[in-house]
């Protein structure tokens, strides 16, 4: 059984724009192209391409794939920065939603988040915890979360492992458990963890059953599993998420972006095997992969 409609609900536009470097040591930095070369040879992916064809044809490519690929809208959580990602989705408002994604602890982020939402006509706010140098529930971003609350956003952010080998393992708020403060206080507005909370799954989980604001976003690879002290599967994901939110709030996504890949069908595959051998009605598969997203878009 497939679902009858699909909103992917979390990828990334590949802007053109230089990327920021991280200043990895030569050792660490051989072993993290050797574990991702690992990675692509066993999805079977492409390498990413080195030429960029640039924003339009990038966008256009973008809109063929989903096309190609039956998709009713797809949601770039980032895309250069928040004016370029606002002028890709203005080319394809009919398939695309885009994200703002700005540091949500710099002196104008409120003036941002405002002008995103109003002015670029942004459709929620992206950010990661690993990368938040304050605490969530700082006074400082009060007024920050309060736009957001009463506009009743959708906000969606990282928390785990981040950046891939050589990248972060350890930081203050890499827990979704850093988010409980906010989450509690402001219970009207949505937040998404990606991936599955990235190896904090049992974190994610409490604050899903404490909070029901929190939702569950089954982006990605989720190949973090293979770093657990125990067997994790990701049928084993997708029932302990059912069993804890229900259908209602788990969010199907593919962290796709880069081409010549494009849509990570695999993954879409994969979470649908996985559904069906969970026995989900067509109901349920019908919420996780796209009446969820419509919801918290507001479409």
């Known amino acids: 059984m497939l679902p009858e409609k699909v909103i992917d609900f979390h990828a990334h536009f590949p802007a053109a724009q230089d990327p920021p470097g991280r200043n990895l040591h030569p050792l660490i930095l051989a072993y993290s192209r050797q574990l991702r070369d690992r990675w692509r040879k066993e999805y079977g992916f492409p390498k990413p391409e080195k030429e960029h064809p640039g924003n339009e044809k990038q966008a256009e490519r973008w809109a063929a794939e989903a096309r ?12 250069g920065n928040n004016e370029t990602l606002a002028a890709i989705v203005r080319r394809y408002p009919e398939i695309f939603c885009g994200f703002a994604h700005h540091n949500l602890c710099d002196p104008d982020a409120v ?14 706010y992206k950010w990661f915890g690993p990368l938040t140098d304050i605490p969530f529930e700082s006074p400082e971003l009060k007024p920050f979360w309060s736009v957001l609350a009463e506009r009743r956003t959708p906000v969606l ?29 402001y219970p009207e507005m949505p937040f998404i963890i990606p991936h599955f909370g990235s190896g904090y799954y049992q974190d994610l989980l409490h604050l899903a059953w404490s909070s ?24 084993d994901l997708f029932a302990k998420a059912l069993d804890t939110v229900g259908p209602e709030r788990i969010i199907f996504g593919t962290d796709s972006s880069w081409f010549p890949r494009g849509w990570a069908r695999i993954y879409y595959e994969q979470q649908v095997d996985v559904c069906n051998e969970l026995g989900l009605t067509s109901k349920e598969m019908n919420l996780i992969f796209y009446e969820n997203a419509k919801r918290l878009l507001a479409l």
């Open 157 to 185: 952010i990282h928390f785990g492992v981040l950046g891939g080998p050589g990248g972060t393992v350890w930081h203050p708020r890499i827990s979704p458990l850093s988010l409980a403060p906010v989450a509690r206080a």
């Open 68 to 79: 190609k690929n039956g998709l009713e809208k797809i949601v770039f959580m980032t895309g």
């Open 212 to 235: 029901p604001n929190i939702y569950i976003d089954t982006s990605g690879s989720n190949d973090w599993i293979r770093w657990c002290p125990y067997p994790l599967t990701l049928k």
């Open 111 to 124: 003036d941002k988040l405002l002008y995103a939402l109003d002015e670029l006509g942004l459709s929620g």
